[in-house]
């Protein structure tokens, strides 16, 4: 049984080990220097504008991670996401839930935009948040360089999620208010 709860202290040493056991590529995605285990510990302290959740298993393995950093200043009204699932995990499911989660915290918590940077070839990563109300906002055209230094696009996919209860109702926001956590 997976379960998708707030990353603490007490998960630290297993998702060390999931950000460890990840290809390189993968972890790009989540932009902090994930392979020094002193970042991932000191993120169970918390960060002002910073809310990460972790979906474990009946283990205490960690399987997927999801993030929502809030862009500083004028942009405080925005979050960032930054998501991925364990490999030997994906297609079941794991990285919508995940991702689903956090746009209805981010929501809770009074953003009113998200967005999402995934390289644009991503065909997973792009249904699953265009699945959830993201559309595209930007190309950015040679962006990245992969593990083998070619160049790839890289997309921004946004949901303007205050706009309209339309947006709020696609990721279920009123069963998510029903639900006690
Ligand atoms: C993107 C990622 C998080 C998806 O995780 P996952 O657990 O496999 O996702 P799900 O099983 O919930 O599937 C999500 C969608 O992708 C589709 N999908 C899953 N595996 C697929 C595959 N191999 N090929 C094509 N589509 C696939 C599913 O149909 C699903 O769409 P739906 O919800 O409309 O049916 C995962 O592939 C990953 O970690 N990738 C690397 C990091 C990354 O790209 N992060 C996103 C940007 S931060």
């Not at 590529?25 to 970042?39: A, C, L």
């Not at 918390?46 to 960690?62: E, H, K, L, T």
């Amino acid at each position: 049984m997976t379960a998708v709860v707030p990353l603490t202290e007490a998960h630290c040493e297993a998702l060390v080990r999931f950000f460890a056991d990840l290809p390189e590529g993968d972890r790009t995605f989540i932009r902090e220097d994930v392979t020094d285990p002193d970042v991932v510990r000191g993120w169970a302290a918390g960060s002002p504008g910073v809310d990460r959740w972790v979906a474990v298993d009946g283990g205490d393995r960690v399987l997927g991670y999801v993030a929502v950093l809030r862009l500083p200043g004028w942009s405080d009204h925005v979050g960032e996401v930054r998501l991925v699932v364990a490999p030997a995990g994906r297609g079941a499911g794991l990285g919508r839930e995940l991702a689903r989660h956090a746009v209805v915290q981010a929501l809770e918590a009074g953003l009113t935009k998200l967005v999402v940077e995934v390289v644009a070839d991503q065909g997973p990563a792009l249904a699953l948040f265009t699945g959830l109300g993201f559309t595209g906002e930007a190309l950015l055209a040679d962006h990245i360089r992969d593990r083998d230094g070619q160049l790839r696009d890289l997309m921004v996919l946004a949901h303007h999620v205050g706009e309209t209860w339309a947006g709020m109702a696609a990721v279920g926001l009123p069963e998510a208010l029903d639900t006690p956590s």
